[in-house]
Every structure is written in structure tokens, then in C-alpha cells.
């Protein structure tokens, strides 16, 4: 009697082992089916729906309609007849995004900042270095802030509008026009977007 009570245990066991993982594989099979494919789906189509500007990289384009740039990620200007944005340390590739963390004593540090210095002094001889903005010869936590402040580049009119032509107060409306408020009014501060800055003046000098 016992043996065949045990047997119908045994019977009941394996039916009850081989339930359960049929369980566990269906509902694995839905979580990939929801998690993998539905929720990438909808919330990609909702985005490229309702923000397809930024669902597709904040991309800009300048007047031929190719792209140039992100307004999320900053990129460097060697032509210095436009604004210069801020010092990147990993030269402002994305795939690398942050910054060495020095500390104020280091002599890498020192070096690159002494070199931007000479930099400034050379390219903007009618503005003293006291007037030199630290943010401009500093780098941003990541490497690629795309913003410098509003007076970041007011200084660089007088080099700008040596370069092209362009009066002093034409350039500083167009930097009043591109400079950003704080969010919602009260975090963090005026800033500036410098591609989108540069593109405006390429449109002006009709580039």
C-alpha cells in the first residue's frame, strides 16, 4: 500500500515540476514579447510621434539642409571667425564622454590651461585675460556641453567682428537672440547654444 502511494507522489511530483516549468517558460515568453519587442515599439512610435526632433538626436542642418551637428553635444570651431565653445579634453567625441578629473595642481592641467591662455591672447588681442571667462578655458564634467554663458561670448565680438565685418552690436544681438533662459526660470544659468550661434552667423555672412 505504501509503495503505491508513494508511486502517485512520485506521479504527482513530476506533473507538478513539469507544470511549473512550462509556467516559467510561458511567462518568460511574454515578459521577452512585451519587454523586448512591444515596449520598444510603442515608445519608440510615441516618440518619434509626439518628439521627432529630439527622438532623432537634436540634430541641426545649416541652409543646404545637411546635417552639422547635435545641439546636445558640442564640437570644436578651428575657424576663428566664429565662437569658440568650451575646452574638451576628449575632443569632443560622444563614444568617450567625460573628463580626467585634474586637480587644480596638476601639471597637465596647468599646461593645458596655460596653452589656452596664449591661445586667447593671440587671437583676441583687445581683450585683457582678466576679461577671459573661466568656463572658456576649462573643461565641462563631460566634454561635450555644447553651451558656454552669455558672456563667454560677448568677449569674442571684438575678434568676430574684426574677422567679418560685422559690427559689434549686429553680433551682440545675435548672441541676446540665441541665449537660452534658465529652466523654468530659476535652475541653472543663461546659457548659449554655440552651433546653433554659429549657424545664424554663417547665415548672416551668407556661407
Known amino acids: 500500500m505504501s509503495t503505491l502511494v508513494q508511486d502517485r507522489q512520485d506521479d504527482d511530483g513530476a506533473r507538478s515540476g513539469g507544470s511549473t516549468l512550462w509556467i516559467a517558460v510561458r511567462i518568460s ?8 519587442i512591444v515596449y520598444p515599439l510603442v515608445s519608440t512610435g510615441l516618440a518619434q510621434l509626439l518628439f521627432p526632433h529630439q527622438a532623432n538626436g537634436s540634430l541641426l542642418k545649416d541652409n543646404g539642409g545637411n546635417v552639422v551637428g547635435s545641439e546636445l ?9 566664429y565662437f569658440q565653445g568650451r575646452v574638451s ?4 567625441k ?17 599646461a593645458r590651461t596655460k596653452e589656452s591662455i596664449a591661445k586667447w591672447r593671440q587671437e583676441n588681442p583687445d581683450v585683457p585675460v582678466d576679461r577671459l571667462p573661466i568656463a572658456l578655458i576649462t573643461n565641462s564634467g563631460s566634454g ?7 558672456q563667454s561670448a560677448l568677449v569674442q565680438i571684438a575678434r568676430i567682428a574684426k574677422l567679418t565685418g560685422l559690427s559689434a552690436a549686429e553680433l551682440s544681438s ?5 541665449t537660452e ?15 546653433k550661434l554659429n549657424l545664424a552667423l554663417k547665415e548672416k555672412l551668407g556661407k
Open 181 to 195: 533662459d534658465r529652466d523654468l526660470g530659476i535652475f541653472g544659468d543663461k546659457r548659449v547654444n554655440v552651433l
Open 174 to 178: 545675435l548672441v541676446d537672440v540665441y
Open 73 to 81: 553635444i558640442g564640437q570644436p570651431f578651428t575657424d576663428p571667425s
Open 89 to 92: 579634453s576628449i575632443d569632443y
Open 94 to 110: 560622444a563614444e568617450a564622454s567625460g573628463s580626467n578629473n585634474y586637480g587644480p595642481s596638476n601639471p597637465d592641467l596647468l
Open 144 to 150: 561635450l556641453d555644447p553651451h558656454i554663458t552669455p
Open 29 to 36: 515568453l511574454l515578459f521577452i514579447i512585451l519587454c523586448g
